[in-house]
């Protein structure tokens, strides 16, 4: 079993910057992908970055390649996304999930994740 937590949202002006945070507990031992999601009011889910965790891979999503970045630390067991350029179309509840799949291609539709994390608020306004 594995729990993620994430941390590190909150208010912040356009332009702004944030870094999340997705810590793992328990069974990470199978070093399967971890992704980044967010979900706006109204809005469907959008997937946003992959990253793999045994060697340093990553895919991100068209719409958020040139603002975010996807990384790890060196025990693979927290994963962040640096969100930079923040607009008010960035605001949403932005979620950690980790893959059953051990590739991350596919990842942007939400299916074979085994483990999601609870959200963290991220409100980009004045």
């Known amino acids: 079993q594995v729990q993620l937590v994430e941390s590190g949202g909150g208010l912040v002006q356009p332009g702004g910057y944030l870094k999340l945070s997705c810590a793992a507990f328990g069974d990470t031992a199978d070093g399967y992908p971890v992704v980044w999601f967010r979900q706006a009011p109204g809005k469907d889910r959008e997937g946003l970055a992959c990253?793999?965790?045994?060697?340093?891979?990553?895919l991100y999503a068209d719409s958020v390649a040139n603002r975010f970045t996807i990384s790890r630390d060196g025990a693979e067991n927290t994963v962040y996304l640096q969100v930079n350029d923040l607009k008010p179309e960035d605001t949403a509840v932005y979620y950690c999930?980790?893959?059953?799949?051990?590739?991350?291609?596919?990842?942007?539709?939400?299916?074979?994740?085994?483990?999601w994390g609870r959200g963290t608020q991220v409100t980009v306004s004045t």
């Open positions: 999930a980790r893959r059953k799949s051990p590739v991350c291609a596919g990842y942007a539709s939400g299916d074979e994740i085994a483990y």
């Open positions: 990253i793999y965790r045994r060697y340093n891979g990553k």
